[in-house]
């Protein structure tokens, strides 16, 4: 069966300071992988999509970057935080060339304060 | 832009009572999906509607799919203190089938 991880869980960082999130995903081949920010009390905003090692795709200007070094292994970076970047981070994938809408399989999250 | 949007945003309800949350799009969708995420927790699929009118069931919770295919609803009956959390309806976006989410309703169960 199919695993998404995602690490670390929480982390408290001061502004200006970098920042690396990583995820990985097992049991499936060439899925597409995603990362979301949740603010508190708020909705699901996708900030970038791959669908391929290298092929990075951003949804909104910011100050963060994505990266896809392997097939199943989906990075979030940043070389200076700020604190509008405080937020829940969750890296997600789904099944590459499945029907339209396919399913979204979100991985345990990051909680970042940035402070 | 393409937007799903969801009502109402916050909902309380006494233990036992039901819940009705809806979601519409700006377009119309080839499916609509729905998801859960418990406090402090990821979202997890519940379910996906794909046909115009669809109805499906899961035991106390009930998803429709609307006729036009731009509207779906969530129905939970006789709500219990494990339906706490953030239900979310999502879509394929129309220009490159990325899943949008709706900003989610908070349901929270007074005892």
């Known amino acids: 069966s199919q695993t998404i991880h995602q690490w670390p869980a929480t982390l408290v960082q001061p502004v200006g300071s970098p920042l690396s999130l990583e995820c990985t995903v097992e049991?499936?081949?060439?899925?597409?992988l995603y990362w979301y920010r949740q603010a508190a009390g708020r909705g699901l905003q996708l900030l970038f999509y791959?669908?391929?090692?290298?092929?990075i795709s951003s949804e909104v200007p910011q100050n963060l970057s994505a990266s896809r070094p392997q097939d199943r292994q989906f990075i979030l970076s940043s070389k200076k935080l700020l604190l509008s970047d405080s937020g829940f981070y969750l890296c997600?994938?789904?099944?590459?060339?499945?029907?339209?809408?396919?399913?979204?399989?979100f991985g345990e999250g990051s909680w970042l304060t940035v402070v | 832009g393409q937007q799903v949007m969801q009502i109402p945003q916050y909902q309380h309800v006494q233990e036992g009572e039901d819940f009705t949350t809806y979601c519409n799009s700006s377009?119309?969708?080839?499916?609509i999906q729905w998801y859960k995420q418990r406090p402090g927790g990821h979202p997890v699929f519940l379910i996906q509607?794909?046909?115009?009118?669809e109805v499906k069931k899961q035991k106390r919770l009930t998803f429709q799919f609307g006729e036009a295919k731009k509207n779906s609803s969530l129905h939970i009956t006789a709500t219990q203190t494990t339906d706490v959390g953030t239900y979310f309806c999502?879509?394929?976006?129309?220009?490159?089938?990325?899943?949008?989410f709706g900003k989610g309703t908070r349901l929270h169960i007074l005892p």
């Open positions: 509607l794909v046909k115009s009118g």
């Open positions: 997600a994938w789904s099944a590459i060339g499945a029907p339209s809408g396919n399913t979204i399989y």
């Open positions: 049991g499936t081949s060439n899925p597409n």
């Open positions: 377009t119309t969708l080839s499916n």
């Open positions: 791959s669908v391929g090692i290298g092929q």
């Open positions: 999502a879509g394929p976006r129309r220009r490159d089938d990325k899943i949008i």
